[in-house]
């Protein structure tokens, strides 16, 4: 990675990021969720094709990423972006897909955990910007109340993620351009095996959003099987999904749609 | 006259609301002076002294939270009711009470039909283009980056005009008709099958279990009887023939189980996750055992 690319990848974690300068909407919930993540630091370390080898399992391990309530124990942008830069950065030291998505989850682990702290000390030190949201209030100044708000915030806001960001991504960097790297055999089986377990934390978090009664189960199931016993790519799978809900969406509604 | 809030100062509200909502958010207010910052230009534009100005923005720099892309609402009403109160008509009070009366529902709204359902099943919907378009996996994250900021975009404009026209009572009314609830019932059913057909292609776990045994093995090309090693019992392969990907399944279940029922934290499971994968890794580097000895 050039500084550039380091400078561009912070950057884009502070813009993914939950309450950044673009706004949830196109940061948090777009350009922080890992398909999208893996694809500008693709974008940026012009190798797309390997981004989205291990966007694709980053995305499923944390498609129930949510934040109920504003609490975020998991800094998705951190990780995703941490994640996929140091799979695109050692790549080199490992052989297989599975290994370089291991070497994905093992980079998103890292990411994750500063950025969690980096949140809690974003949100803690935002505190004290009510005294001076309170002040411009009492003066009735309409046209400042953007500032504590968005000057204030992002300044905070910026700091606690851009520059922590940067030094993770120098420490990657340096591990991936030292020749002596040579990582263990058992080694890349263990953080294969953790990558390939990992959809089941996306999966199961999601039921537990979607099954509100028992016949979702069968539901359920009915998609598994389509894989298991039929052999059908999850494209078909999802063209039977939407078939199956407007055939239940009109019987709800009594149509005679059919 | 009556005062009005223009049209330019509705899309101007809104616009500081969608962008900023989150730049300031903290445990005493939450979104509280992201609130109070959308609400300055309507304030400006309904009070003309001092005095009123400032009473206006501190009832709206207060304890406020919601999600806010769905939460949208909260602005157009309490826009409505500001511009009320501006016509002599209603209580501070009462606006007061309408936003800490609406935290609750739109959060819960937001929260389950919005970012736990809308949100998941379009990336489920991008990723499996880019998995199928092995050639071309861009277009998924470039047709997630497209839609779903504009259509919430689009979305969240008509749910606060909604608001702002309609009224406090306007929404509930709407809320209680049902309809919401038919949609959400067949998108849950997308989702339902369409994580089921994920799981099946994606999680993949293996206990990593084959006992091994040497024994004389005939080898057909010299006509002589050699050791070799022999699988006896290999426990993935046996679990496959029974159901197939039956491992990778009950880790899912087992996940949905500890979140869902043990309210184990989403950072725990993976813990436990890591964990999993540290002792299967190792039963299958046990030699006569393992899968990789």
């Not at chain 1, 980053?58 to 800094?75: E, S």
């Not at chain 1, 994905?104 to 702290?117: D, I, K, P, S």
């Not at chain 1, 340096?174 to 089941?200: C, K, Q, R």
Request: aromatic share 10%.
């Amino acid at each position: 990675m050039s500084v550039l690319q380091m400078i561009l990848i912070a950057l884009f974690i502070y813009l993914g990021a939950i309450g950044s300068i673009v706004g949830n909407t196109i940061g948090w919930y777009c350009l922080g969720r890992p398909l999208v993540a893996s694809f500008i630091v693709g974008l940026i370390m012009g190798d797309v094709q390997t981004a989205m080898l291990v966007g694709v399992p980053l995305q499923i391990a944390y498609l129930a990423n949510v934040t109920p309530g504003g609490a975020v124990a998991w800094d998705l942008s951190y990780a995703t972006y941490i994640g996929t830069a140091t799979a695109l950065a050692l790549k080199g030291t490992v052989a297989s897909t599975p290994a370089l998505i291991g070497l994905a989850f093992t980079g998103a682990g890292l990411g994750g955990v500063v950025g969690g702290t980096m949140w809690g000390i974003h949100y803690s030190l935002d505190v004290f910007l009510n005294r001076w949201a309170e002040r411009l209030a009492e003066q009735g100044e309409t046209r400042k109340m953007w500032m504590p708000n968005v000057l204030g915030g992002q300044a905070i806001g910026f700091l606690a993620r851009f520059v922590p960001a940067l030094a993770i991504l120098a420490a990657i960097n340096a591990a991936g351009s030292s020749s002596g790297l040579n990582i263990p055999g058992w080694f890349i089986t263990g953080i294969s095996t953790f990558g390939s377990m990992m959809a089941a934390l996306g999966m199961g978090i999601i039921l537990s959003f979607l099954v509100k009664k028992n016949i979702h189960w069968a539901i359920f199931l009915a998609g598994f099987v389509l894989v298991t016993y039929f052999g059908l790519n999850t494209m078909a799978v999802a063209v039977v999904g939407i078939i199956v809900a407007f055939i239940v969406y009109a019987a709800d509604n009594r149509q005679e749609a059919f | 006259m009556a005062k009005t809030v223009s049209a330019r100062t509705l899309r101007n509200s809104f616009n500081q609301w969608f962008f900023w909502n989150g730049c300031s958010q903290q445990a005493e207010t939450m979104l509280g002076m992201a609130f109070g910052q959308s609400m300055s230009p309507v304030i400006e534009e309904l009070y003309d002294s001092k005095e009123d100005r400032a009473a206006a923005l501190k009832r709206h720099i207060t304890l406020f939270n919601t999600e806010s892309q769905v939460g949208s609402v909260c602005n157009g009403i309490a826009i409505g009711m500001e511009e009320q109160l501006a016509n002599g008509i209603g209580t501070p009070e009462s606006i007061q009470e309408a936003k800490v009366a609406l935290i609750g529902p739109t959060s819960a709204i937001g929260d389950s039909l919005w970012v736990a359902t809308i949100i998941p099943l379009l990336l489920t919907i991008s990723l499996t283009l880019s998995q199928s378009l092995t050639n071309a996996p861009w277009i998924g994250p470039v047709l997630y980056m497209l839609v779903y900021p504009l259509g919430t975009y689009l979305l969240s404009w008509k749910i606060f005009r909604t608001g702002y026209k309609a009224g406090l009572e306007g929404v509930q009314q709407f809320m209680a008709t049902g309809q919401l609830d038919k949609v959400m019932e067949a998108v849950t059913i997308l989702g339902l099958i369409v994580v089921g057909g994920l799981t099946a292609t994606f999680v993949n776990a293996s206990l990593n279990l084959d006992i091994k045994t040497t024994a004389q093995v005939f080898d057909a090309a010299t006509e002589t009887y050699t050791d070799a090693v022999i699988s006896v019992f290999n426990l993935d392969n046996l679990l496959n023939n029974v159901f197939p990907k039956i491992v990778p399944l009950a880790l899912t279940l087992l996940v949905y189980y500890l979140y869902s029922k043990k309210n184990w934290k989403p950072i725990a499971i993976m813990g436990l996750i890591l964990v999993l994968a540290v002792i299967v890794t190792i039963i299958g580097y046990i030699p006569g055992i393992g899968a990789f000895s």
